[in-house]
């Protein structure tokens, strides 16, 4: 059966549901034109790199529900794709390595079950169309250059960085591959990778959504689960499936009864900004200066927001000591690695839920397998982190608790800061330029300049970021709505309100 007749190029969730419920589409011929297209464009841009075998299955199955009568949600029957990191029963987590993968020369981890946000995604009926690429260990933000799969493209440009670690996601997403996705973030992971592909990305409170069954680099502290989507309501939509409780992440209770009545995509409004004080970047936030194109779009994103009513503070974190707190890792520009000393026990943790089967069951195991490219070694990719102040004591004993009191000593001090600076200006918000200049090319040294990794990753707070223009070389340029911890209703509805009335983004002409 040939779908060609059917354009999803940028299809949305709400189009897809009136397809549905018109008779236009069923899940199953929609599924077949993704597929269509993945086949057309993949190849070029690099961003699956496991095709589920059973989604058409899986679409027809969610037909006869909804030829039966029975009552859909509405993700039901829409095609999606998940992140590799995050556990699939019948494929592979690789983490874009080739020592994690056997058809390159490592061993398989083969997850027994699902991850919680992964059977979530099922439980809301969504077509799952497959797994995404990222770089090896998910350990940079700029790009997917080193995978075991090949680099994967930006689909704004392919001579731009797309972003990481879920860059997969991103380019899937960008390239109309799928409605939307799955991404994980440590530091910047789907922040960075959105906005390079001029994309919606929610950032959540850390602990809103669960991260048991992703593979972590922080999971006691920092990771996150969140949504990449082409409009802000896909993305509230897919947040409503994702968050919540988890008896297999007990750290998630800190969200109960943090939700919004109705769910997130229920409070989305085009007057949300008005009267909403934001907050804007500057030296006090961090010490990193814009350059002047971004200046100059960030002038006239603030003219667009003015214009809905929202009141603008400048640099309301001058003088309160938050910019100092930063410290970034040695050779980055500013990557701050405090939180990824739970590593260890993290991973081992990680590995004992993957089941039985697998010959890498602990930390140790993991370590043996993998010592031909040891990833803390100085040319690993993960180097940084042996300088981290309880590494040490935490390598010694990865099945015990991790030693990360210091940490989140660190996390309350940037929230006191935080939450003094809110409430002092009556903030509602800040708005931010996601990124201090436009993107450097994929190939290269150079990576993404960011304003607000790892601020955020850090204090555990949560940060919409969405399209609003774009640099002269084409480059996207992106706006992030950032609050207090578990804001992001209020986020969604001003990201909503500001999206209502730009429409920035563009569909991108693609290359095959």
Request: hydrophobic share 40%; with cysteine.
């Amino acid at each position: 059966m040939t779908n060609t007749t059917i354009d999803v190029t940028e299809l949305t969730v709400e189009q897809v549901q009136s397809g549905f419920a018109s008779g236009a589409l069923t899940s199953e011929s929609l599924t077949a034109a993704f597929l269509e297209r993945i086949a057309q464009f993949n190849p070029r841009y690099n961003a699956i790199i496991f095709l589920n075998p059973e989604a058409l299955d899986d679409a027809r199955a969610i037909d006869a529900r909804r030829a039966a009568g029975e009552a859909l949600g509405p993700l039901a029957g829409v095609p999606v794709v998940v992140k590799d990191t995050m556990d699939m029963a019948g494929f592979p987590t690789t983490a874009g390595w080739t020592l994690l993968y056997s058809p390159t020369g490592g061993v398989d981890l083969m997850p027994a079950t699902d991850s919680p946000v992964v059977a979530r995604m099922r439980a809301a009926g969504c077509v799952i169309l497959g797994k995404t690429n990222v770089p090896v260990l998910s350990a940079t933000g700029s790009h997917a250059n080193d995978s075991w799969a090949g680099p994967t493209l930006n689909a704004v440009d392919t001579s731009f960085m797309p972003g990481g670690s879920s860059a997969g996601t991103a380019t899937a997403v960008g390239t109309s591959m799928a409605v939307l996705g799955l991404a994980e973030e440590t530091g910047g992971s789907i922040q960075n990778p959105a906005s390079a592909q001029a994309l919606v990305g929610i950032k959540p409170t850390f602990a809103l959504v669960p991260n048991a069954g992703v593979m972590p680099l922080a999971g006691s502290t920092r990771d996150v689960v969140g949504p990449i989507a082409r409009c802000v309501r896909d993305a509230a939509l897919t947040l409503d499936a994702l968050a919540g409780f988890s008896e297999e992440d007990l750290k998630t209770v800190a969200g109960v009864g943090m939700k919004p009545p109705g769910g997130y995509a229920a409070g989305l409004r085009d007057d949300a900004l008005k009267g909403k004080r934001l907050g804007l970047y500057g030296p006090g936030w961090r010490d990193r200066a814009l350059s002047a194109e971004t200046i100059a779009l960030y002038e006239r994103a603030q003219k667009e927001l003015e214009a809905r009513g929202a009141i603008l503070i400048a640099d309301p974190f001058a003088g309160s000591g938050f910019a100092a707190l930063g410290k970034p890792a040695p050779g980055s520009d500013h990557f701050d690695a405090r939180g990824m000393e739970s590593l260890p026990y993290d991973m081992q943790k990680y590995l004992e839920r993957l089941g039985p089967g697998n010959t890498i069951k602990t930390w140790t195991d993991f370590v043996d397998a993998t010592r031909a490219e040891d990833p803390f070694g100085p040319a690993g990719v993960l180097t940084y982190m042996s300088s981290l102040p309880d590494m040490e004591a935490n390598l010694r004993d990865a099945a015990a608790p991790p030693v990360i009191g210091t940490f989140y000593a660190l996390r309350e001090t940037y929230l006191s800061i935080f939450e003094e600076v809110m409430t002092k200006h009556a903030l509602d918000g800040l708005v931010f330029p996601q990124l201090r200049d436009a993107l450097p090319p994929r190939e290269g040294t150079e990576t993404l300049h960011e304003t607000t990794v790892c601020e955020i990753n850090i204090a555990g707070l949560p940060g919409v970021t969405l399209p609003a223009g774009y640099y002269e070389s084409g480059s996207p340029f992106n706006l992030i709505f950032v609050g207090r911890r578990w804001s992001e209703p209020a986020l969604l509805a001003m990201a909503y309100d500001y999206e209502t009335a730009g429409r920035h983004r563009r569909t991108p002409v693609l290359e095959t």
